[in-house]
């Protein structure tokens, strides 16, 4: 069975910085492009990032570029969202999600609140 | 980076159909295959419901079909249930290795 649990959410104030994790399981994660998504709080879905299987090839969303690093950890089986310079509208609920074109499987997601 | 344009809900009764927009750009949507569409209940992850425009993942009804004319692609529940009443989500591949979602769409079933 297919598993993604993601993990490191929590308050942070504004400016400060937070390491998401997601572990995968159930299948060959280092064959899979994998994706971070996040959704503030009873708003819509924005995509933030993604990794390519390897690691070489990563993309970000304008909102988010320059603030944010996606990496990710294949002996682990581990995807990583290194999230700095914190903002107010930064807080939302962050899915890890697997797969290029389209979103597979989802992570149940965790929580980050941006405030003082 | 603009958000792909849904309505913001969209109903039908109880066998009735409905079909919800996703109207982009050539950038975007009209420009790519990789469309998809979620579903979304409250509290819970999305779950994919149609992957490259119109293919449908092994498990999703057949109920549930998506198509694409130009910059504007649809999803179409036919035959509703009262299960489909969530949230639902477009997104397409933007080009420069990035993606775009649609600003969702709430289905009621009446």
């Known amino acids: 069975e297919v598993q993604l649990v993601e993990s490191g959410g929590g308050l942070v104030q504004p400016g400060g910085s937070l390491r998401l994790s997601c572990a995968a399981s159930?299948?060959?994660?280092?064959?899979?492009?994998m994706n971070w998504v996040r959704q503030a709080p009873g708003k819509g879905l924005e995509w933030v990032s993604r990794i390519k299987s390897d690691g070489s090839n990563i993309g970000y969303a304008d909102s988010v570029k320059g603030r944010i690093t996606v990496s990710r950890d294949n002996a682990k089986n581990m995807l990583f969202l290194q999230m700095s310079s914190l903002r107010g509208e930064d807080t939302a609920v962050y899915f890890c999600?697997?797969?290029?074109?389209?979103?597979?499987?989802w992570g149940q997601g965790t929580l980050v609140t941006v405030s003082s | 980076q603009s958000a792909l344009t849904q309505p913001p809900s969209a109903s039908g009764s109880p066998g009735q159909s409905v079909t919800i927009s996703c109207t982009g750009t050539?950038?975007?949507?009209?420009?790519?295959?990789?469309v998809s569409w979620y579903q979304q209940y409250p509290g819970k992850a999305p779950k994919l419901m149609i992957y490259e425009v119109s293919r449908r993942p092994s498990g999703v009804p057949d109920r549930f079909s998506g198509s694409k004319s130009g910059n504007t692609a649809s999803l179409t529940v036919s035959g509703l249930q009262a299960e489909d009443e969530a949230d639902y989500y477009c997104i397409s591949y933007a080009g420069s290795n990035t993606f775009v979602f649609g600003t969702g769409t709430k289905v009621t079933v009446l």
């Open positions: 999600a697997s797969g290029g074109g389209a979103f597979d499987y």
């Open positions: 050539s950038s975007d949507v009209g420009g790519y295959i990789y």
């Open positions: 159930g299948f060959t994660f280092s064959n899979y492009w």
